[in-house]
């Protein structure tokens, strides 16, 4: 029996169903059409609900799914059939937060693919293999915002303002490009 | 509800398409990736490319095996830069590419160099990296590393090698045990996630070493820890200890209750919850240990959170399966979510209400579901019917307004499992509540005069026959069985044929006026139907006239094939065509039992129309059915008890065998379910030799052999004992298989012609005292001890010896004996130290039976017993002292 909070998968897609970053962590899904019809199904069973206040959940297939949704974007977590519901919505509200922070609060589409390497970089950092690494947002973000500090400098004397700023500096460099 | 979808603000219409990855072609990306190999690298190009690549993955496109190892080398050249940024993407890209050995062996060095490094989020990254496409070997270079990881002060790096320890725990368990000095000391570490992680790692260590996780347990529920999700964890780590300690601790309180307890009152909602749930999981859980944590869940419900609602509500539905009392106090709250915005959240509300609910709540609560059902989808709306049905064979008083409900949504929008759902629905009320048949039948009947489904409608025909006639005026069903001769597929109209045809057998005063019918059918355009027609004209017979039909009619009408389908469908496809006609006898009538696959499926409930409509015969029916129609045991007479079957092989040996001990006044027959499990070999000729010697008062009168046994296709083979008559005579059995073997060419399926005798040996049966004795319950014990004689009764007292616990020596008592628990005595409480437990039952010869069994611990597992028994005849009361004193 498993007993250490497994994270299926996690979903990000645009108003349309399109992927714009997936991440899967178990074998329940072997082929890409398999997931494909996941996200499928997933997306047709949540598109008409309101899930911009706060994250809904629904049962699914034997899954969990939290899901929250904001602008065209649409932000899903997958458990198994037991899992806990709040610490998946705890990993939703992880990765929701830390894509806003990251995105500085442009949270839409365009600029989630334009910053794709740091929506990426942000699924690397919440789940490994399915085991949850962090579910603070600013932790996360500041993780992935670190990517252009100097070599030096320590991960955890680096404060949030500062994740902050380099993620500000990737962002103009991102519009500059 | 429907909420406006993102507004498509007008200003940016013209760019919603845009995207910086549109039009991008795997080839191109492929190029690109050149500039890896530039000695003057560009760090923000090689960026983009990467994330070119990854976006492609992304979207599911692969790469070919050159193709990626070309990548692959490619990208380890960028080990050379010193852009941090890069080298987050190079990780990562690396990850996706999980390179195979021999490529591994290029990054290791680089990363083996990135482990070591000053910078946390290098060593925190090339840790996970290296352990995620390391194959082992590596493992034993680099553990030093990784055991200095994770006791690091960087929690970022600690959590990367404890995480990456989990996963290598289940490829290389030998290396990451030795682990376990270091990881106990991360779980002290104040890093919430580290801990986390050390406690994940360190659980699974010792998992298989009870006494380390309850130690575990023990010392950590003394509260050291502070990450929630640790503290989830070590929740679930106690409930398994509870559960596991449960056997063999059944005196006191629950071990660690105070701490899940406790956890009620934690500051973070996940770790609350986490406890309510375990508490309401543990095993005979009491209505005092739950009531805590009712009480928190019920707070949930009204969370503005829908996460939290559906938490609570999905755990409260689950607790009303078992302890519906528990749940009530919640209702109010529970009702409130019907009009949920979450429709999730209120199906689960509405179904664990029909589950708590009581019978004056019913009508009520019946109105609210209507407005409900018309806005949830389909996988909802059966739930739902399901749960109104188990309500209404609750409280089958209420059966007019449920069964009102269910015609309502059957007569509106709906697919086909939904309105299978209702119609299944409809006829199991129909079939257990009688009073609600009339009205059930009407429903079912307006349903098919505007059903898109032929199955459905052919289903409620066929059933419209069986029922409808025996209703109080079935001439009111004749108007729309003959309303689908008219309008319907030819499928339906064979099916509506049949059934007129059944009214017309049944109701001899309505035989008249379904013969003109079916006179009409004989014009008809389809031939299965015109067939029908002529067929059933034939054999009611009597042009039309008033007259009763004949016995031989109305079993060819309704009497039910006594073959399984399967075996008639295994036995038709054999069968090939010759001089001789199929013979139906041949087909064996054996069911094969499937254990495995009922278990797996314990919610699948047997559904109403699949069923047949009497209910299944019972067993004993169909066994007195089966011997009967052997003229060797005709003369038996009446069958008093047939045994469940007895495995007499092994599970999966060549041959499988069992046997059901069929008792009669004067002679046991057995017979033997046999099945020959290899395809290349057919059985002819069966028979078990039965060796009696050790049951002396049994003596065989007949056997009848079995012909032949072709693979995988069950049949029976009988052997019959005389016995004195009216004597519950016992004995053993040794049995041995017989049989004559021919091979069997698996390509063509043909045998040959010379067989070889051989003989398998069967393992020992027995005939025991509770064989002759039927399980047969009485609804009042007192009352049916009371008019028993006093005279016959016989008490007396045994030591049962040390017992594992009460409540198995009543089990092995109940078993000994063979008989019926009445009311509810067969439960023993936890922790009690005296039982009484009052059994029924019927002995050979029709000689009641009653017992009155009083159990005490004597010492700490000494079992002593008074066991006093009365029935009819006072030989009988000794013969049950004789059962226990012998056994």
């Given at each position: 029996m498993e007993l250490c909070p497994l994270i299926k998968n996690i979903l990000l897609l645009d108003s349309e169903g399109k992927r714009i970053a997936v991440k899967y962590y178990s074998d329940d899904w072997p082929t890409n059409s398999a997931k494909e019809a996941f996200e499928k199904a997933v997306f047709a069973k949540t598109q008409?609900?309101?899930?911009r206040t706060d994250a809904e959940i629904t049962m699914f297939d034997n899954y969990v799914v939290v899901y929250k949704f904001v602008q065209d974007l649409h932000f899903f977590v997958t458990g198994g059939e037991n899992e806990n519901e709040i610490i998946l919505a705890a990993v939703l509200q992880g990765f929701f937060d830390a894509v806003g922070l990251l995105l500085r609060g442009t949270v839409d589409k365009k600029e989630a693919l334009e910053n794709l390497d740091l929506i990426l970089l942000c699924l690397d950092e919440i789940v490994d293999g399915g085991i949850i690494l962090e579910t603070d947002a600013n932790v996360i973000a500041g993780k992935v915002a670190s990517?252009?500090?100097?070599?030096?400098?320590?991960l955890s004397e680096q404060t949030i303002t500062q994740a902050l700023a380099t993620a500000r500096e990737h962002l103009t460099r991102s519009l500059l490009k | 509800m429907a909420q406006p979808l993102v507004k498509k603000d007008d200003d940016r219409d013209d760019e919603a398409?845009?995207?910086?990855?549109?039009?991008?072609e795997k080839g191109a990306v492929l190029q690109e990736a050149r500039v890896f190999n530039d000695p003057q690298l560009d760090p923000r190009r090689c960026s983009q490319v990467i994330t070119k690549l990854l976006y492609l993955l992304n979207q599911g496109e692969t790469f070919t095996k050159v193709e990626a190892t070309e990548v692959f080398f490619a990208v380890t050249k960028l080990f050379q830069s010193k852009d941090i940024g890069l080298r987050r993407m190079v990780y990562v890209m690396i990850k996706e590419l999980s390179p195979s050995a021999d490529e591994v062996i290029i990054v290791t060095s680089s990363l083996m160099k990135d482990m070591t490094s000053k910078t946390d989020m290098y060593r925190a990254n090339a840790i996970r990296v290296l352990c995620r496409i390391t194959d082992g070997t590596l493992l034993t270079q680099i553990e030093r590393y990784l055991k200095q990881a994770i006791v690091d002060k960087n929690p970022v790096v600690a959590s990367a090698a404890l995480v990456s320890g989990i996963h290598l725990l289940q490829t290389n368990p030998e290396i990451v045990k030795r682990w376990s000095n270091e990881v106990q000391e991360a779980v002290?570490?104040?890093a919430a996630l580290v801990q986390f992680h050390a406690l994940a790692l360190l659980h699974q260590i010792r998992q298989n070493d009870r006494l380390a996780v309850n130690k575990l347990v023990s010392s950590l529920t003394k509260g050291s820890v502070r990450s929630p999700l640790a503290q989830c964890l070590l929740i679930r780590y106690t409930s398994q200890v509870i559960r596991e300690s449960a056997n063999n601790n059944q005196a006191g309180d629950r071990p660690f209750y105070d701490f899940l307890e406790g956890c009620?009152?934690?500051?973070?909602e996940m770790v609350i919850f986490e406890a309510a749930r375990a508490i309401t999981e543990l095993n005979g859980v009491t209505s005092r240990e739950l009531t805590p944590a009712i009480t928190v869940l019920q707070l949930f419900l009204s969370s503005s959170k829908p996460v939290l609602r559906f938490a609570a509500v999905r755990t409260l539905n689950k607790v009303a399966m078992t302890h519906p009392m528990a749940v009530t106090n919640c209702n109010i709250d529970m009702e409130s979510l019907i009009s949920d915005q979450n429709r999730s959240i209120a199906t689960l509300a509405i179904t664990t209400l029909l589950k708590t609910g009581n019978e004056s709540s019913v009508d009520r609560l019946m109105k609210q579901i209507t407005n409900f059902m018309?806005?949830?989808a389909d996988e909802f709306k059966i739930v739902v019917v399901e749960a109104i049905r188990s309500l209404c064979l609750k409280f089958p008083l209420k059966h007019r307004s449920l069964m009102n409900f269910l015609s309502n949504i059957l007569r509106e929008e709906g697919g086909f499992e939904y309105k299978k759902a209702i119609v299944d629905s409809i006829v199991i009320l129909i079939r257990d509540i009688p009073e609600a048949k009339e009205s059930g039948l009407l429903h079912l009947c307006e349903f098919i005069e505007d059903c898109e489904f032929t199955y459905l409608s052919t289903q409620i025909l066929h059933f419209l026959g069986i029922e409808g006639p025996k209703t109080s005026d079935p001439s009111k069903y004749i108007r729309y069985i003959y309303n689908r001769v008219h309008l319907e597929n030819a499928t339906v109209r064979a099916g509506a044929v049949s059934t007129l045809a059944k009214f017309g057998a049944m109701v001899d005063t309505l035989k008249p006026r379904v013969f003109v019918l079916l006179r009409r059918c004989l014009f008809e355009n389809d031939d299965e139907v015109r067939d029908r027609a002529t067929l059933y004209i034939n054999t009611l017979g009597g042009d039309g006239a008033v007259v009763e039909t004949g016995e031989d009619v109305k079993e060819f009408l309704f009497g039910s094939l006594d073959i399984p389908l399967v075996n008639l469908e295994n036995s038709l496809k054999n069968y090939e065509p010759s001089e001789e006609s199929f013979d139906i006898n041949s087909v064996p009538k054996e069911v094969k039992t499937q254990p495995l696959a009922e278990k797996k499926a314990p919610g699948k409930k047997p559904t109403g129309l699949g069923a047949s409509p009497a209910g299944p015969p019972s067993t004993v029916d169909a066994y007195e059915k089966l011997l009967s129609s052997i003229p060797e045991f005709a003369n038996f007479g009446k069958l008093f008890k047939s045994s469940a079957p007895v495995e007499l092989t092994e599970a999966e040996t060549e041959y499988a065998v069992n046997v059901v001990k069929h008792i009669f006044d004067g002679h046991v027959v057995f017979q033997y379910n046999c099945t020959n499990t290899i395809p290349e070999q057919l059985l002819e000729n069966v028979t078990v030799i039965v060796d009696a010697s050790e049951a002396e008062e049994f003596a065989e009168v007949a056997s009848k052999p079995l012909r032949s046994l072709p693979y995988d296709s069950p049949g029976q083979t009988f052997v019959a004992f005389e016995k004195p008559e009216g004597v519950p005579a016992v004995g053993k059995f040794s049995n041995m298989l017989r049989f004559i073997v021919k091979e069997v060419d698996p390509s063509t399926g043909e045998a040959e012609d010379d067989g070889v005798e051989d003989e398998y040996q069967l393992e020992e049966l027995e005939v025991v005292a509770a064989d002759y004795m039927l399980k047969v319950g009485v609804s009042n014990f007192r009352n049916a001890w009371e008019t028993m004689d006093a005279d016959c009764e016989r008490v007396d007292e045994y030591g049962l010896g040390p017992r594992e616990s009460l409540a198995e020596a009543v089990n092995a008592v109940i078993n000994l004996l063979g008989m019926q628990p009445c009311e509810g005595t067969e439960v023993v409480p936890n922790n009690s130290r005296s039982h009484t437990c009052l059994l029924s039952g019927v002995y050979i010869g029709n000689v009641k039976v009653l017992v009155r069994l009083q159990f005490g611990l004597d010492g700490p597992k000494d079992v002593a017993m008074k066991l006093a028994v009365r029935s009819e005849d006072e030989a009988v009361s000794d013969a049950i002292h004789e059962i226990v004193a012998s056994g």
């Open positions: 008409k609900t309101n899930a990517h252009s500090m100097d070599a030096g400098a320590p | 398409d845009y995207s910086p990855f549109l039009g991008i002290q570490s104040r009620l009152r934690h500051k973070a018309s806005d949830i």
